[in-house]
T-cell receptor, first 113, second 111 residues
Framework: EAGVAQSPRYKIIEKRQSVAFWCNPI?????LYWYQQILGQGPKLLIQ????????DSQLPKDRFSAERLKGVDSTLKIQPAKLEDSAVYLC???????????FGPGTRLTVL | KQEVTQIPAALSVPEGENLVLNCSFT??????LQWFRQDPGKGLTSLLL?????REQTSGRLNASLDKSSGRSTLYIAASQPGDSATYLC??????????FGTGTSLTVIP
């Protein structure tokens, strides 16, 4: 069974630039999560989708971050414009029902200069 | 707001030792608790998931317990190996589908 796929694996940008990350969940997983993990901290949930609907985006900085999952499968997370403090690893995870086990992708390491 | 704490932040043990990692949470109203390992530069690998109605889960040399009333979970690793070296994270799911992670315990198993 293929795991959660993410791309790119690494990205370096200047502050105020835009960046987008892509995630393809495990086949059949209706729930998809985006997390931000700052160095030395645990992951923080940014947004959760159930199929193509948003379940929770209470911790998403909506003035600069956006995410979509138009067809209920893969998802894109965008940052526009990026700030220095956005430097982190962005993790995507998926699961079956809401309360089931989460499976994570390898993450995208973002460095904002 | 739920707070998840993991102590110690770092642990170093000789190969073959049994060890216990701790996870505590402030709000006992959880749906489940999940333990992960994270290797440097990698994503998280799920180890064990304990539902709120369960007391423990076992997988190979790993055993996780859950005591909701006291807000605690432990991950027991038997006969540790150098390949167990990684950061171990616990996460709790609470009402409203929020997920809260601890900051992790960095484990080093010395050959």
């Amino acid at each position: 069974e293929a795991g959660v796929a993410q791309s790119p694996r690494y990205k370096i940008i200047e502050k105020r630039q835009s960046v987008a990350f892509w995630c393809n969940p495990i086949s059949g997983h209706a729930t998809l999560y985006w997390y931000q993990q700052i160095l030395g901290q645990g992951p923080k949930l940014l947004i959760q989708f159930q199929n193509n609907g948003v379940v929770d985006d209470s911790q998403l900085p909506k003035d600069r971050f956006s995410a979509e999952r138009l067809k209920g499968v893969d998802s894109t997370l965008k940052i526009q414009p990026a700030k220095l403090e956005d430097s982190a690893v962005y993790l995507c995870a998926s699961s079956l029902p809401h309360w089931d086990e989460q499976f994570f992708g390898p993450g995208t390491r973002l460095t904002v200069l | 707001k739920q707070e998840v704490t993991q102590i110690p932040a770092a642990l170093s043990v000789p190969e073959g030792e049994n060890l216990v990692l701790n996870c505590s949470f402030t709000d006992s109203a959880i749906y489940n608790l999940q333990w992960f390992r994270q290797d440097p530069g990698k994503g998280l690998t799920s180890l064990l998931l304990i539902q709120s109605s369960q007391r423990e889960q076992t997988s190979g040399r790993l055993n996780a317990s859950l005591d909701k009333s006291s807000g605690r979970s432990t991950l027991y690793i038997a006969a540790s190996q150098p390949g167990d070296s990684a950061t171990y994270l616990c996460a709790v799911r609470v009402t409203g589908n929020q997920f809260y992670f601890g900051t992790g315990t960095s484990l080093t198993v010395i050959p």
